[in-house]
Protein backbone atom coordinates (compact mmCIF):
# COMPACT_ATOMS: atom_id res chain seq x y z
CA UNK A 1 0.00 0.00 0.00
CA UNK A 2 1.24 3.73 -1.14
CA UNK A 3 0.58 5.84 1.45
CA UNK A 4 -1.43 8.63 -0.82
CA UNK A 5 -3.48 5.70 -1.50
CA UNK A 6 -4.44 6.85 2.38
CA UNK A 7 -4.73 10.37 2.37
CA UNK A 8 -6.95 13.05 -0.01
CA UNK A 9 -7.27 17.15 -0.11
CA UNK A 10 -9.98 16.57 2.63
CA UNK A 11 -6.90 15.48 5.50
CA UNK A 12 -4.75 17.76 4.26
CA UNK A 13 -4.36 21.54 6.63
CA UNK A 14 -2.66 23.95 4.97
CA UNK A 15 -2.54 26.17 8.27
CA UNK A 16 -2.84 24.47 11.87
CA UNK A 17 -4.15 26.74 14.87
CA UNK A 18 -3.39 24.93 18.03
CA UNK A 19 -0.84 25.77 20.17
CA UNK A 20 -0.24 22.71 21.74
CA UNK A 21 0.46 19.09 20.18
CA UNK A 22 -2.96 17.96 21.39
CA UNK A 23 -4.76 20.35 19.46
CA UNK A 24 -2.97 20.04 16.23
CA UNK A 25 -3.69 15.89 16.74
CA UNK A 26 -7.16 17.06 17.66
CA UNK A 27 -7.28 18.92 14.33
CA UNK A 28 -6.00 16.22 12.22
CA UNK A 29 -8.05 14.06 13.67
CA UNK A 30 -11.22 16.15 12.65
CA UNK A 31 -10.25 16.07 9.11
CA UNK A 32 -9.32 12.74 9.11
CA UNK A 33 -13.37 12.01 10.79
CA UNK A 34 -14.64 14.30 7.83
CA UNK A 35 -14.03 11.83 5.44
CA UNK A 36 -15.40 9.14 7.18
CA UNK A 37 -12.61 6.49 7.99
CA UNK A 38 -13.27 6.84 11.72
CA UNK A 39 -15.67 4.65 14.04
CA UNK A 40 -15.92 6.84 16.75
CA UNK A 41 -13.43 10.20 16.30
CA UNK A 42 -13.40 10.53 20.66
CA UNK A 43 -11.51 7.20 20.76
CA UNK A 44 -9.31 6.81 17.99
CA UNK A 45 -8.21 10.78 20.12
CA UNK A 46 -7.96 9.23 23.36
CA UNK A 47 -5.71 6.22 21.73
CA UNK A 48 -3.56 8.92 19.67
CA UNK A 49 -3.17 11.11 23.21
CA UNK A 50 -2.57 8.11 24.93
CA UNK A 51 0.33 6.34 21.93
CA UNK A 52 1.94 10.54 22.52
CA UNK A 53 2.14 10.15 26.16
CA UNK A 54 4.08 6.96 25.84
CA UNK A 55 7.07 8.60 24.27
CA UNK A 56 7.19 11.43 21.67
CA UNK A 57 6.76 11.16 18.13
CA UNK A 58 8.55 14.10 17.50
CA UNK A 59 11.37 12.44 15.15
CA UNK A 60 13.85 15.63 14.74
CA UNK A 61 13.59 18.00 11.54
CA UNK A 62 10.54 19.48 12.23
CA UNK A 63 8.56 16.60 11.57
CA UNK A 64 5.73 14.77 14.01
CA UNK A 65 4.52 11.34 12.87
CA UNK A 66 1.54 10.88 16.00
CA UNK A 67 -0.28 7.72 14.90
CA UNK A 68 -2.33 4.99 16.57
CA UNK A 69 -3.89 1.56 16.30
CA UNK A 70 -7.43 2.00 17.38
CA UNK A 71 -10.86 0.61 17.75
CA UNK A 72 -12.49 4.01 16.19
CA UNK A 73 -10.49 4.03 13.06
CA UNK A 74 -12.58 2.01 9.95
CA UNK A 75 -9.92 3.20 7.53
CA UNK A 76 -6.49 2.84 7.02
CA UNK A 77 -5.93 6.92 6.25
CA UNK A 78 -3.18 9.52 6.71
CA UNK A 79 -3.80 13.23 7.72
CA UNK A 80 -1.13 15.86 7.22
CA UNK A 81 -1.03 19.46 8.71
CA UNK A 82 1.84 22.25 7.94
CA UNK A 83 2.06 24.60 11.30
CA UNK A 84 3.57 27.84 10.30
CA UNK A 85 4.28 28.74 14.18
CA UNK A 86 5.82 25.44 15.12
CA UNK A 87 4.36 23.02 17.92
CA UNK A 88 6.61 21.76 20.90
CA UNK A 89 6.50 17.88 20.49
CA UNK A 90 9.31 17.23 23.02
CA UNK A 91 11.46 16.04 20.09
CA UNK A 92 14.90 14.50 20.57
CA UNK A 93 16.34 17.69 18.59
CA UNK A 94 14.31 20.33 20.62
CA UNK A 95 13.05 21.82 17.63
CA UNK A 96 9.83 23.00 16.92
CA UNK A 97 7.81 20.28 14.80
CA UNK A 98 6.36 22.25 11.63
CA UNK A 99 5.08 19.34 9.43
CA UNK A 100 2.87 16.80 10.89
CA UNK A 101 1.50 13.55 9.59
CA UNK A 102 -1.31 11.49 11.80
CA UNK A 103 -1.36 8.05 11.04
CA UNK A 104 -5.02 6.05 11.87
CA UNK A 105 -4.94 2.28 11.47
CA UNK A 106 -7.41 0.16 12.44
CA UNK A 107 -6.65 -2.05 15.90
CA UNK A 108 -6.56 -5.60 13.77
CA UNK A 109 -4.30 -4.31 10.90
CA UNK A 110 -1.53 -5.86 11.93
CA UNK A 111 2.26 -4.12 11.57
CA UNK A 112 -0.05 -1.70 8.61
CA UNK A 113 1.21 1.70 10.48
CA UNK A 114 4.90 0.64 10.30
CA UNK A 115 4.69 0.26 6.86
CA UNK A 116 3.43 3.62 6.36
CA UNK A 117 6.09 5.15 9.06
CA UNK A 118 8.97 3.42 6.77
CA UNK A 119 7.57 5.00 4.30
CA UNK A 120 7.31 8.50 5.08
CA UNK A 121 10.36 8.25 6.77
CA UNK A 122 12.33 7.48 3.84
CA UNK A 123 10.67 9.93 1.79
CA UNK A 124 10.97 12.67 4.84
CA UNK A 125 14.88 11.99 4.79
CA UNK A 126 15.42 14.16 2.11
CA UNK A 127 15.93 17.91 2.80
CA UNK A 128 14.23 18.91 -0.25
CA UNK A 129 11.06 16.97 0.22
CA UNK A 130 10.65 18.19 3.33
CA UNK A 131 11.29 22.03 2.24
CA UNK A 132 8.57 21.54 -0.73
CA UNK A 133 5.85 19.91 1.85
CA UNK A 134 6.39 23.33 4.05
CA UNK A 135 6.51 25.85 1.30
CA UNK A 136 3.52 24.12 -0.62
CA UNK A 137 0.81 26.76 -1.25
CA UNK A 138 -2.24 24.10 -2.20
CA UNK A 139 -3.44 21.10 -1.15
CA UNK A 140 -3.06 19.51 -4.60
CA UNK A 141 0.75 20.40 -4.46
CA UNK A 142 0.91 18.34 -1.38
CA UNK A 143 -0.61 15.45 -3.09
CA UNK A 144 1.89 15.95 -6.06
CA UNK A 145 4.95 16.14 -3.72
CA UNK A 146 3.74 12.84 -1.57
CA UNK A 147 2.98 11.18 -5.04
CA UNK A 148 6.64 12.29 -6.17
CA UNK A 149 5.07 14.14 -9.19
CA UNK A 150 6.34 17.69 -8.31
CA UNK A 151 8.75 19.98 -10.29
CA UNK A 152 11.89 21.72 -8.80
Do not use: W
Not at 18 to 38: F, H, M, R
Not at 101 to 112: G, H, Y
Amino acid sequence: MDITELINKEQICMELHGDTKEEVICELVDAIDKSNNLHDKNIYLSDVIKREGEISTGIGNEIAIPHGKSKGVKNASLAFGVSKKGIDFKSFDEKLVHLIFLIAVPEDSNNLHLKVLSQLSRKLMHPEFRHKLKNANTKEEILLILNGESEG
